[in-house]
């Protein structure tokens, strides 16, 4: 019994070492196995499981960049980047956000369906998620806030940049405005389109700030934080903050620009100023005028109605997009087409008895009497119109097409701006393009004396001044003076192919016009000696006069509702002498050119020239200009 | 009797006990627990006060080691059916009136502490069953008929488990009670047709899908697919087991360094602190450093076996072999689950994981098996102690 239970003891003893080795053994076994899966997700799968890790734990985002400033030829601010100040509160860094909101409403003004909404948006967004409770703080405010800091758990004060147009209404047409991308916008640049969607980030809709936004824009910056798995930025990796866009500095005088659109008063119209030498648009204004602010954050739909159901179309810009008759403005491009063809001498003399039968119809001459016997410089002087007729008649509508479109009518000036109108400058191919018909007869008189098809901007009269100030040649207009400080070269002067004698000859009579009694614009002179102006006053009609109202007298435009006035056009150089800028302008419904247009334009340029020296910034470039125009 | 008469008889001074305690294995238990406070230190970022909490419970259950090592190992034979009904009536009170804690019902309040009858039956079971077949004896231990007891004996507080539900504690308990029989010398023929039921078993469940005799409902399938392959669904059921992939994976042969796992640090990495805990440290710590561990709790457990071995007496033989098997099941689980191989089903990491009963458990478990390996020599009268 007890030999027995012994042996069943030592059997019992072999059995389990046997086991204990072979459970040690299969341990090892699934030891090996443990360490090759190890083997497997650290050495073998790591770069996967590196990058997942690395997605889990880096948010990238864009940073918009600061946008570029625009300033007028002297420095003066036309856009801006504003500080927006900002307060923002989080639920995770403030114990009682409604303890909060109170400490706050103590320190600055928050209304209080202000702080109802914050706190709605606190209670349901994420804890992490900062909330905006204030925007556009002063600095005092915020200041006050940044003081108490300590004191005001979860709130976290931020300066955004907000676009500001410190000029408002008076330079809106050239400078424009930056608003929101929209999704046309995006699918418009599918480059940019991470960068389009930033809240912050704003794009140029009109004038520079479109034309421009490219180098106004400047390059995007990134961010790369680390967030934990709720989100929340444990710290910042790396930040590039991009480049800030280019600074431009723009040809415009902003002041004078200002007191252009005040001299026109209520009148709706347009007044450009630029330098005959080189180009530089001086004042290019719209009347009237609107304030870009409102749109930067999103202009209200009341709003936008309001000013583009105004029938004075403030959001217009006239000066390029404005296209007018020009009226008797256009008599210098016909008299130098007469004398360029070879038919025409300034000696040839026509008998106006103020009257023109052509066919069945009889065109007049505006002076009801007739001027008698005229020749080419007392037919501009004096703006006869039958003169014209009888010139034109004899070269014919298209020999005047080709100087008017040397002079750039119906082309498109080359100029910063958008929605940039080329006029109409018809012949006779024009005119079979258009209607399927041979050219009118009569449409050649018409044209003549800027009626009829003939349709020219406000840039294109000031570009058509200059070239006759100049002695002959084309001007490209130049908007943007200098890009981060840097010159833009203006484009050089283009001779045009005119006769010198013949351009002076013209110069003759646009002087006869200002400065010799009986001219149009003898009455609007400028009486400062050295600083004479020579020009051409235009009346352009809107409206037909009926051969019955003619019978009964044509109404005075004193007489007649506003809306059906003519439009008083004025274009003009100076010194007389020595051009160095041109003017135009066009007053809708002013009535005449003489009495409405030409003193506008003479208390305009008798400003620019006897305003104080220029600053040292736009000296230089002037200088630069004066040389190679000499 | 004149057996017994020839056999020494042990009544060891408590200095002689203390020299028969099994230092190198106290310094290895020692040396896992360390790499714990400092794994407790980098999830809490230095700031949770989890690691001084869990060295607390390492001194306390140290001491309950130490204590329960020094008390002769006959006492312990005496009471396993004690604390085996102990056990039973914990994990039936915790059915009742257990609260719930993380989803399941495991805990149980009585008054200052809180406590899983769960963890105290994982011993309790390896100890009666320790008993069982010290006192059937070598011969009928290898009877089939014989196993039947020791079955019933882990079914029952498996399927106490089971309700709670805890399917973890379930597996771990299954397989301390079969080590136990395997190691006590039960037939081969019973562990070869546990394998092949259980493989059937495996087969049937694969095999029934999308037939009539469907075994499980869809959406257990649907989560047997998604441990198949956690990619399936990234944010949902699979994503505890995808992030610590990429926590596991991302730390590379040498880790990011101490306290500086990007999984970890920043949350994307579930139950860190507990069934996790070695996703952090292998992210941390890299290939070297999991391998490094892995090695240290293979050591453990074989400097275990190799002191069973040592042991004279069946008892203490089968109680030794058994706990250590069943703590290789633990961090064998755990660490499968982590890296993906085996299901997610709540297992910590023995030593390290943050958990009280956890520890005290695993203490006691080391405890019994000092007292076995202390009183080695000590003589069992033949059947009855």
């Given amino acids: ?630 | 009797m004149s057996f017994l008469g020839e056999a020494p008889r042990q009544r060891l001074s408590l200095p002689a006990r203390f020299l028969r305690l099994h230092w190198p294995l106290i310094a290895l238990i020692a040396a896992v627990a360390t790499v714990g406070f400092f794994m407790m230190h980098s999830v809490g970022r230095g700031q949770a006060p989890w690691a001084q909490q869990q060295m607390t419970r390492f001194i306390v259950g140290c001491g309950l080691m130490v204590a329960i090592a020094l008390v002769d190992v006959r006492f312990w034979r005496k009471i396993a059916y004690l604390a085996y009904s102990a056990g039973i009536a914990g994990l039936v009170a915790v059915d009742v009136m257990g609260v719930v804690g993380m989803g399941a019902q495991r805990w149980i309040d009585i008054g200052f502490v809180r406590f899983q009858p769960s963890e105290l039956m994982k011993v309790a079971l390896v100890l009666a069953l320790a008993r069982y077949y010290h006192d059937i004896g070598p011969v009928r231990a290898g009877r089939l008929l014989w196993l039947i007891p020791a079955l019933l004996m882990i079914a029952a507080p498996c399927a106490l488990v089971l309700i709670q539900p805890d399917l973890g504690t379930a597996v771990l308990l299954g397989l301390g009670g079969f080590s136990a029989m395997f190691l006590a010398g039960a037939s081969w023929w019973f562990f070869i047709l546990m394998a092949l039921g259980l493989g059937g078993a495996v087969w049937a469940v694969f095999a029934s899908q999308g037939t009539d005799w469907q075994l499980l409902r869809d959406y257990q399938y649907r989560r047997i697919e998604v441990f198949l392959d956690p990619t399936q669904d990234p944010q949902g059921a699979g994503y505890h087991i995808n992030q610590s992939m990429i926590a596991f994976g991302s730390g590379g042969v040498e880790g990011k360094g101490y306290m500086a796992g990007s999984q970890t640090q920043l949350d994307f990495l579930p139950e860190k602190r507990t069934d996790f805990i070695f996703t952090t440290f292998a992210e941390e710590f890299g290939m070297i450093g999991a391998v490094s561990l892995l090695a240290l709790y293979t050591l453990l457990v074989w400097m275990c076996l190799a002191s069973a071995l040592r042991i004279r007496h069946s008892f203490g033989r089968v109680l030794a072999g058994s706990l250590a098997m069943a703590f290789f099941c633990y961090y064998g689980i755990n660490m499968a689950m982590v890296m993906g191989l085996a299901p997610v089903v709540g297992v910590p990491l023995p030593l390290i994981s943050y958990g009280g009963t956890s520890m005290i458990a695993l203490m006691c478990a080391f405890g019994l098996m000092l007292s076995a390996f202390v009183y080695r020599d000590a003589p069992f009268d033949s059947r009855r102690g």
């Avoid at chain 1, 002087?381 to 010139?391: A, G, N, P, Q, R």
Wanted: aromatic share 6%.
């Fill in chain 1, 1 to 630: 019994m007890r030999d027995e239970e012994l042996r069943g003891q030592e059997m019992g003893r072999k059995r389990f070492t046997r086991r204990v080795l072979l459970l040690g053994g299969v341990q090892g076994l699934v030891g090996a196995a443990l360490a090759a899966r190890m083997y497997h997700l650290q050495v073998v799968e790591s770069p996967r499981h590196r990058a997942a890790a690395d997605r889990n734990r880096f948010d990238d985002s864009m940073i918009a960049p600061p946008r570029g400033q625009i300033v007028d030829r002297f420095g003066r601010p036309l856009a801006v980047n504003k500080q927006n100040y900002r307060l923002f509160v989080s639920r995770d860094g403030s114990p009682d956000v409604e303890e909060t909101l109170a400490q706050l409403a103590r320190l600055i003004d928050l209304p209080e369906h202000r702080r109802q909404k914050a706190l709605r948006e606190l209670r349901t967004g994420s804890r992490f998620a900062p909330v905006m409770v204030a925007e556009n703080l002063t600095w005092d405010e915020f200041a006050l806030v940044n003081a108490n800091a300590p004191a005001l758990q979860g709130v976290t004060p931020d300066v955004g940049w907000m676009r500001d147009y410190p000029q408002k209404d008076s330079c809106a047409h050239v400078v424009g405005y930056v608003a929101t991308p929209s999704q046309q916008d995006q699918e418009a640049d599918p480059e940019n389109s991470r960068l389009l969607l930033l809240p912050s980030m704003k794009i140029g809709k009109n004038g520079v700030e479109r034309t421009e936004d490219p180098i106004l824009r400047g390059k995007a910056g990134a961010r790369r934080a680390e967030v934990n798995v709720r989100g929340q930025v444990i710290r910042e990796i790396s930040r590039d903050d991009g480049e800030r866009g280019a600074e431009l500095t723009l040809t415009l005088d902003a002041d004078l620009q200002k007191y252009a659109m005040e001299r026109m008063g209520d009148y709706s119209g347009s007044v450009v100023v630029m330098d005959v030498r080189n180009g530089d648009l001086i004042v290019l204004a719209s009347m009237p005028g609107y304030d870009p602010n409102p749109f930067v954050g999103g202009i209200s739909h009341a709003a936008w109605r309001a000013l583009n159901e105004d029938p004075l179309r403030p959001l217009n810009n006239k000066a390029v997009a404005g296209s007018y008759a020009p009226g008797s403005t256009f008599k210098m491009i016909v008299a130098l087409a007469g004398l360029d063809s070879g038919m025409i001498s300034p000696q040839h003399t026509v008998f106006c008895n103020g009257r023109m039968p052509l066919g069945d119809h009889i065109f007049h001459c505006w002076k009801r009497g007739g001027h008698g016997a005229v020749d080419m410089n007392r037919a501009i002087k004096e703006s006869c119109d039958v003169y014209f007729y009888d010139i034109a008649r004899r070269i014919g509508v298209d020999r005047i097409a080709e100087v008017g479109r040397k002079f750039g009518v119906g082309v498109a000036p080359e100029v910063a701006l958008p929605y940039v109108r080329p006029g109409v400058m018809p012949d006779r191919a024009w005119h079979l393009a258009k209607y399927g018909y041979g050219w009118p007869q009569g449409q050649t008189l018409n044209a003549s004396i800027g009626q009829g098809y003939v349709e020219m901007t406000p840039l294109q009269l000031a570009l058509m001044t200059a070239s006759f100030a100049n002695g002959g040649y084309g001007v490209t207009p130049r908007l943007v003076k200098a890009i981060n400080g840097e010159d833009v070269k203006p484009e050089p002067l283009v001779d045009l192919g005119f006769r010198r004698p013949h351009v002076e000859a013209m110069q003759r009579a646009m002087d006869a016009v200002c400065n010799e009694q009986r001219g149009t614009g003898y009455n609007a002179r400028i009486k400062l000696a050295g600083y004479e102006m020579a020009g051409k006053t235009g009346t352009a009609q809107v409206r037909r006069i009926t051969a019955a109202e003619r019978a009964r007298r044509v109404r005075a435009n004193e007489e007649l509702p506003r809306h059906l006035r003519d439009h008083a056009l004025f274009v003009a150089y100076a010194p007389r002498h020595d051009p160095r800028y041109a003017c135009s302008i066009i007053v809708e419904h002013g009535g005449g050119g003489s009495a409405v247009a030409a003193p506008m334009v003479r208390d305009i340029l008798t400003r620019l020239m006897t305003r104080p020296p220029p600053s040292e910034a736009a000296g230089s470039s002037e200088e630069a200009a004066q040389g190679r125009a000499g």
